[in-house]
């Protein structure tokens, strides 16, 4: 069962979702640009399974506020004082696209409160062709000036996100998409071998790897996630 719930985050209201025994482990999940929490739904049942999933709406997405002012710096914020609102401290955290650029940052900063890191199909900070995308026709899910906000900074991301990479504590993952993602799969192995330890594990079917390819995303993800003890390098197919 998912329950849908809203907090407080520093004046800011994030909507999330919640599923999963109480007793267990915190997961929380970080969805791309533009989307929101029902994005994880082909993935929720399994990962639920062990886990207490949170999957956050984060600012400018779906039932969260739309505050006008948006960054990556500011969604990091955001999730630190959902963390401390909800009283969690060390979580499990994954994130995709956007959202993996959002928990590498919180990985960066706060390294006490990331045990674990899944970074899916997330692009490397290096300065990429800028491009103003075209706004869809009709009402969005989203705020449109967020996406042109957020597509600026990943355009062209603050340098220190780059070099901070190597201050990350927390075990990664970094899960890829293969040839047929539209991020560069190069940039994707820079970022897992500027992490201690990263470990890449490629799943070819494009960049929603966990809409695509659920059950290998959540056999991937859940062998990674296990305690070190039992945890074993996790092969694909």
């Known amino acids: 069962m998912v329950d849908h719930r809203s907090v407080d985050a520093g004046g800011v209201r994030l909507a999330y979702q919640v599923s ?6 915190p997961l929380v999940l970080l969805h791309a640009l533009g989307e929101d929490a029902n994005d994880w739904e082909t993935v929720t049942p399994a990962l639920a399974r062990s886990r207490r999933l949170y999957a956050l709406d984060l600012r400018g997405h779906g039932r969260s506020d739309w505050p006008g002012d948006y960054s990556l710096e500011l969604m990091q914020a955001d999730v630190l004082r959902f963390l401390d609102a909800l009283g969690l401290g060390r979580v499990d955290l994954i994130g995709h696209s956007m959202g993996g650029i959002v928990a590498y940052l919180l990985a960066e900063d706060h390294p006490q409160r990331v045990s674990r890191l899944v970074l899916e199909d997330v692009p490397v900070p290096r300065p990429r062709e800028q491009t103003t995308p075209t706004r869809p026709d009709g009402d969005l899910t989203f705020d449109w000036e967020m996406v042109l906000a957020i597509r600026r900074q990943i355009d062209l991301p603050d340098p220190r996100w780059l070099e901070r990479l190597s201050q990350i504590t927390a075990a ?9 993602s539209h991020v560069p799969q190069d940039g994707i192995a820079e970022l897992a071998r500027r992490i201690p330890g990263g470990q890449v594990e490629t799943i070819p079917v494009g960049h929603l790897i966990h809409r695509a390819a659920p059950q290998a995303f959540t056999r991937v993800v859940s062998v990674f996630l296990l305690p070190d003890e039992d945890s074993r390098p996790a092969r694909w197919p």
């Open 20 to 25: 999963g025994p109480p007793d267990a482990p």
């Open 172 to 180: 990664t993952l970094v899960v890829a998409g293969g040839p047929g």
